[in-house]
């Protein structure tokens, strides 16, 4: 039987990466009868929209997408697609691996950690107040009888909302996450001593849900600033990172840098029972059209789709056809060489049929 996913090309380079990635998913042998929907700018031509509703219908009925990355208009009004199918969903970890492979260029070696992102609330909940609109004047003059401190009249204002039931589920995840994938160690990353309620409620919340792992998962603290300092200077100290939503956003930035750059990146977005695969990387529109891009974030994305629906065996086979490709550095896409401008660099598609050629061997 074969399984029914629905795919989001995406815009710029997305339509490149994600057909690799599909082609190295359906040489696992592998069966996927693909749903494909348009969101983004094709979307906002043909329909009017850039997230029809059409998106969110199929990917609620198949509960699991391979989303290429979406350009985030400017001045639309729309926050951002991608940000608002997670929202929609309710798809509340982002999950993204950061390991190193053989061959990519980084100025480490052996990194395998993960990072466990907040996908739902902070700063990203899209709480905001225009500086000088009415209602911000407002809220400034109610927060003034409320709290001794004052806010300047004329600031704009972004709300940073953390509950315990968010918190509650993002901890238990990387707790379950840890165990059910021989992971040692849990290291919880806030700012609690400066946000007391909101990265305070943050913390406490992991440390209560640590009680019932102990003995099982380690758990430990960490300060974002510290942490992204010892970060570059001892990443293998870590283990999977569990992070409220801006600090992870951050943070897996920082750790894709680790193990080489945007281009090898993979990620999820997972809820209760739905979960949409990306790219790290945006849709690096510059590069649209021209073969040029590096399809592993995408293809590894598709492995952690593989692992997700069960399909360990294919993922397997597919992740060493990845890392054959890799190590051997010859069929690779110009940002894995060591020049950039090295003629011996090959296309999104042939890198995609250099893998499919090892998975055949
Ligand atoms: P980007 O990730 O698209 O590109 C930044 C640079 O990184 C590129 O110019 C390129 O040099 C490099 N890069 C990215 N992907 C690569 C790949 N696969 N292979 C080789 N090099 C690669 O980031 P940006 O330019 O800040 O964003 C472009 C658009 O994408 C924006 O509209 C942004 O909002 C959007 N975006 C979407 C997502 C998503 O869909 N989840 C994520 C990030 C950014």
């Known amino acids: 039987m074969a399984y029914r996913i629905?795919?989001?090309?995406?815009?710029?380079t997305g339509p490149e990466v994600i057909d690799a990635a599909k082609r190295c998913i359906e040489a696992t042998g592998v069966k996927v009868q693909w749903e494909e929907v348009?969101?983004?700018?094709?979307?906002?031509?043909?329909?009017?929209?850039?997230?029809?509703?059409?998106?969110?219908?199929?990917?609620?009925r198949n509960k699991v997408c391979l989303k290429g990355p979406i350009t985030t208009p400017i001045g639309m009004g729309f926050r951002s697609v991608n940000v608002a199918i997670r929202q929609a969903l309710d798809l509340y970890v982002c999950l993204r691996p950061a390991k190193s492979y053989p061959g990519v260029r980084s100025p480490y070696k052996d990194i395998d950690l993960v990072i466990i992102r907040e996908n739902s609330e902070d700063l990203y909940a899209g709480i905001e107040f225009e500086q000088g609109k009415p209602e911000t004047r407002k809220l400034i003059e109610e927060i003034s009888k409320l709290s001794k401190k004052k806010i300047l009249q004329e600031s704009g204002i972004s709300i940073k909302p953390i509950s315990r039931f968010g918190s509650q589920r993002i901890a238990r995840f990387a707790f379950e996450y840890a165990l059910k994938n021989n992971r040692k160690?849990?290291?919880?990353?806030?700012?609690?001593?400066?946000?007391?309620?909101?990265?305070?409620?943050?913390?406490?919340?992991?440390?209560?849900?640590?009680?019932?792992?102990?003995?099982?998962?380690l758990f430990e603290e960490a300060l974002v600033d510290n942490m992204a300092m010892q970060l570059v200077q001892k990443p293998h100290n870590f283990d999977c990172l569990v992070l409220p939503n801006l600090y992870g956003d951050i943070i897996s930035d920082l750790c894709a840098g680790l193990i080489g750059g945007l281009g090898v990146a993979p990620g999820a977005n997972i809820g209760k029972e739905i979960a949409v695969f990306e790219a790290v990387h945006g849709s690096a529109p510059k590069y649209k059209g021209?073969?040029?891009?590096?399809?592993?974030?995408?293809?590894?994305?598709?492995?952690?789709?593989?692992?997700?629906?069960?399909?360990?065996?294919?993922?397997?086979?597919?992740?060493?056809?990845?890392?054959?490709?890799?190590?051997?550095?010859?069929?690779?896409?110009?940002?894995?060489?060591?020049?950039r401008d090295?003629?011996?660099?090959?296309?999104t598609k042939e890198m995609a049929d250099a893998v499919i050629g090892q998975l055949k061997k």
Not at 6 to 12: A, F, L, R
Not at 46 to 57: F, I, N, R, S
């Open 6 to 12: 629905t795919v989001i090309p995406g815009d710029g």
């Open 38 to 60: 348009i969101a983004g700018q094709e979307a906002l031509e043909k329909t009017g929209e850039l997230l029809p509703q059409a998106v969110l219908d199929s990917i609620r």
């Open 185 to 217: 160690k849990v290291t919880c990353v806030t700012k609690a001593n400066i946000m007391k309620f909101t990265d305070g409620l943050f913390l406490k919340t992991a440390r209560e849900i640590a009680d019932d792992y102990k003995g099982r998962v």
């Open 290 to 339: 021209l073969n040029k891009v590096n399809p592993t974030a995408m293809i590894s994305s598709g492995i952690l789709m593989l692992r997700y629906i069960k399909e360990d065996n294919a993922a397997d086979r597919l992740e060493t056809a990845l890392k054959r490709v890799l190590a051997e550095a010859k069929y690779v896409t110009y940002d894995l060489k060591p020049h």
């Open 342 to 347: 090295d003629p011996s660099a090959v296309g």
